[in-house]
């Protein structure tokens, strides 16, 4: 665990949720929140001007969606880790939002101490989800995933190994020696190889049929 001071930002909708939120952390050594915001576009303007090192990013918000913010900040190459604390967890919020690039995924009635330790996870770049999210995902990626025969290539399994320690498509692109539009375009191909939409659900599938562990 890192000793430095984590900085924050904290995107809702909701005043009380926003203060009740900044109380917590300021209570609680080693954070600093550094700004908020009412919404989506507010959001992303806020990150890419404050550059924190975690965004607590609620989903369904009037002025900009979180999944939208997340999108735009995966696109703009903001290094602030994005860890979604809402209180939705069907899987047509979920998968989009780690698909769009969220670090984790957290629920509003999670123990503060299971926030304050998803936080620090987030800043350290690993993936986070609350257990009822991630059994979630585990048997909503289960359905869909139908065997198409066709194997992983020997960079496709380096490249799906990284995701699974939660490295970003710009780490892996340094780590292995090639672009980030390489990382993407072998991405898709496990994708479609596995029959997922998303990181989080190919490392699940990966895990179920034994191709990593």
Known sequence: MT??????????????????LRGMLAAEPGFDVLGEAAG???????????DPD??????????????????????????????VLT????DSDTIPAIEAGATGYL???????????AVRAAAEGR?????AVASRLVSAVRKPAVPTGETLSAREREVLALVAKGTSNREIARELFISEAT???????L???????????????????????
Not at 56 to 79: F, N, W, Y
Not at 127 to 131: A, D, E, G, I, R
Not at 191 to 213: S, T
């Open 127 to 131: 993936t986070v989800l609350s257990p």
């Open 3 to 20: 000793d430095h001071i984590i900085t924050v930002l904290i995107a809702d909708d909701h005043p009380v949720v926003r203060d009740g």
């Open 191 to 213: 994708y479609g190889k596995l029959g997922v939409r998303d990181r989080a659900a190919a490392v699940a599938v990966a895990y179920d049929r034994g191709i990593l562990g």
């Open 54 to 83: 975690v965004v607590l990013m609620d989903l369904r918000m009037p002025a900009g969606s979180g999944v939208d913010a997340i999108a735009e900040l995966t696109r703009r190459g903001a290094r602030a880790k994005v860890l």
């Open 40 to 50: 989506g576009v507010e959001a992303v303007e806020q990150a890419l001007r404050l």
């Open 183 to 189: 990382v993407k375009t072998h991405l898709t191909h």
């Open 107 to 117: 629920l509003k009635d999670a123990p503060r101490d299971e926030l304050f330790a």
């Open 87 to 90: 209180t939705y967890d069907t």
